[in-house]
């Protein structure tokens, strides 16, 4: 059974950063992504970024603040997040899949999610 373990949430003012976390248990693809999304109270999921063996893709709103790693061993991801905003606050998900892009769709598997504040 997948399973995806997200951490590093927090409060923080703008112009801090943060460093969230995502360890998956169970990995049962060959190849596979490891994407973030966020949530914002009453707007859609959206994309921040993904990364597959070592390729990287981001969110136009996210590219230049917001770095993307893979770790080893077990599907591991980390998201750098420097330079945050106020409107960065969101709940920030890890999802996991076969995907190439950006999509909610693309991942079947997901974790609880990490509340993100940005206070100005």
């Known amino acids: 059974q997948v399973q995806l373990m997200e951490s590093g949430g927090d409060s923080v003012q703008t112009g801090g950063s943060l460093k969230l976390s995502c360890v998956v248990s169970?990995?049962?693809?060959?190849?596979?992504?490891l994407a973030w999304f966020r949530q914002a109270p009453g707007k859609e999921r959206e994309g921040v970024a993904f990364?597959?063996?070592?390729?990287?893709n981001y969110a136009d709103f996210v590219r230049g603040r917001f770095t993307i790693s893979q770790g080893n061993g077990e599907p591991t991801s980390h998201l750098q997040m420097n330079s945050l905003k106020p409107e960065d606050t969101a709940t920030y998900y890890c999802?996991?899949?076969?995907?190439?892009?950006?999509?909610?769709?693309?991942?079947?598997?997901w974790g609880q999610g990490t509340q993100v504040t940005v206070s100005s």
């Open positions: 169970g990995n049962t693809y060959r190849q596979w992504s």
């Open positions: 990364i597959r063996d070592g390729d990287t």
């Open positions: 999802a996991f899949g076969d995907s190439i892009c950006l999509t909610p769709e693309g991942y079947p598997y």
